[in-house]
């Protein structure tokens, strides 16, 4: 089992930078490294949304065409911890933010956590 806590979502301005934390318990024997991690959401009206992904060891990263050159994705696998920098935040990106980990290689997301609340005020 893994338990995943986001952190750091809080009311901001258009334009402001926020930094998400999701803090992951996993067990002895499969750490943290064994998993691909990514951030979701689901604005108002709209499908969940995959943000930005990365690798095990953070050699590969992904973003969303929407957040290209906005957000970006990051992990410390001593702390089990994945990070999501954003900045230029928009009100349309209102929503909860979700972590989620999948194991590598495999197909599905399978653990999220309960997720932090973003607000945007325009």
């Known amino acids: 089992q893994v338990r995943l806590v986001e952190s750091g979502g809080r009311l901001v301005q258009a334009g402001d930078s926020l930094r998400l934390s999701c803090t992951a318990s996993t067990s002895p024997r499969r750490g943290f490294n064994h998993y691909v991690v990514g951030w979701f959401r689901q604005p108002p009206g709209k499908e969940r949304e995959s943000v930005a992904s990365i690798t095990q060891y953070g050699d590969r990263t992904s973003v969303a065409d929407s957040v290209k050159g906005r957000f970006t994705i990051s992990r410390d696998n001593y702390k089990s911890m994945a990070y999501l920098d954003m900045t230029h935040l928009k009100p349309e990106e209102t929503t909860v933010y979700y972590c989620?980990?999948?194991?590598?290689?495999?197909?599905?997301?399978?653990?999220w956590g309960q997720g932090t609340q973003v607000t945007v005020s325009s």
């Open positions: 989620g980990v999948r194991i590598t290689g495999g197909q599905d997301i399978g653990y």
